[in-house]
């Protein structure tokens, strides 16, 4: 059975275009969680350390604070130190 040539271009246009959006989602999704992949099936305790995570770094994902703020703080310490 002879295949219809005709027909392969837009096939191979739908394909592509699948897969550039599936490709645009995976990287968008990825963007807003800071390069990890989403969660599934988050408990009550996985929502405490979010949020836990959101008052320490600003974001739900993040578990580090800035380098800044741990400076500005061991500077606050010494100075309290200082005059204690």
């Not at 295949?3 to 550039?20: H, R």
């Not at 400076?71 to 005059?83: D, F, G, P, Y």
Request: aromatic share 8%; proline share 6%.
């Amino acid at each position: 059975m002879p295949v219809p040539w005709e027909a392969l271009i837009p096939f191979g246009l739908l394909t592509a275009m699948f897969g550039a959006a599936g490709t645009l989602l995976n990287v968008s999704t990825r963007a807003q969680n800071q390069g990890k992949p989403p969660r599934y099936q988050i408990d009550r305790w996985d929502e405490m350390m979010m949020n836990r995570d959101e008052r320490l770094t600003g974001h739900k994902r993040g578990q580090t604070v800035c380098l800044l703020f741990l400076l500005a703080e061991l500077k606050l310490i010494e100075i309290l130190l200082a005059i204690g």
